[in-house]
């Protein structure tokens, strides 16, 4: 049974860079049939998606993100891995990874999502 | 870049009722492109519908999905309390690779 576990700092200083890790518990991230992404949602709000990466190494990054965002992967450890750098208090939010495949294009398996507050 | 606008922004019905959210783009778009997701409080949005109408593993045949071009439509019949949550419906693009809409609430 697929399971992504989020990990990381609950806080964070403005200014700094927030640092995740997805950490898959089955099967391998390498896996040409998947895409592993990172959505976040903000308290209250809707969801959006950041970015997402493939096994190849491809990574896909929403605009409005994208020059503070890297997504990486480390196929021997099972984890993905989300920066975002710069943040501020608009970046709090409960963050989750996602996977997308297996022939269908939408993210399917979902982490428990882990909540980052921005603040000093 | 395409935007998706989800109406109505609250639905109150009662279990038993029919529920029917829309979801529309501001561009014409293939229905493959098209998703629905279901988030109940603290919970991970969970995938319900695919390419617009296709019912992923485990959903219950008492949610739909149908449209085209521009609107689309999940239709929830005979409401069980267990489906009041957000719906959110989600388009697979170009850049970004993935919007979502702003969601609707379903309530009691």
């Known amino acids: 049974q697929l399971q992504l576990q989020e990990s990381g700092p609950g806080l964070v200083k403005p200014s700094e860079t927030l640092s995740l890790i997805c950490t898959v518990s089955?099967?391998?991230?390498?896996?040409?049939?998947?895409?592993w992404g990172w959505i976040r949602q903000p308290p209250g709000k809707g969801l959006e998606w950041i970015g997402s990466?493939?096994?190849?190494?491809?990574?896909y990054y929403n605009p409005s993100l994208k020059s503070r965002v890297t997504i990486s992967a480390e196929a021997s450890k099972k984890q993905v891995s989300l920066k975002l750098r710069s943040v501020t208090a608009a970046d709090t939010a409960i963050y989750y990874c996602?996977?997308?495949?297996?022939?269908?294009?939408?993210?399917?398996?979902w982490g428990q999502g882990t909540l980052v507050t921005v603040s000093s | 870049e395409i935007v998706l606008t989800q109406s109505p922004g609250t639905l109150s019905l009662s279990p038993g009722e029919r529920a029917t959210l829309s979801c529309r783009t501001s561009?014409?778009?293939?229905?493959?492109?098209l998703a629905w997701y279901q988030q109940k409080p603290g919970q991970a949005p969970r995938l319900l519908i695919y390419?617009?109408?296709s019912r992923a593993t485990g959903i219950p045949d008492r949610f739909s999905g149908t449209g085209s071009g521009t609107d689309f439509t999940l239709t929830i019949t005979r409401l069980e309390p267990e489906d009041f949550a957000v719906y959110y419906c989600?388009?697979?693009?170009?850049?970004?690779?993935?919007?979502f809409g702003q969601g609707t609430k379903l309530d009691i």
């Open positions: 996602a996977r997308q495949g297996g022939g269908i294009l939408f993210p399917l398996n």
């Open positions: 089955d099967g391998s991230i390498s896996s040409s049939n998947y895409y």
């Open positions: 990466i493939y096994y190849g190494g491809s990574t």
């Open positions: 561009q014409s778009i293939s229905a493959s492109y």
């Open positions: 390419g617009a109408s």
């Open positions: 989600l388009l697979y693009g170009d850049s970004p690779l993935y919007t």
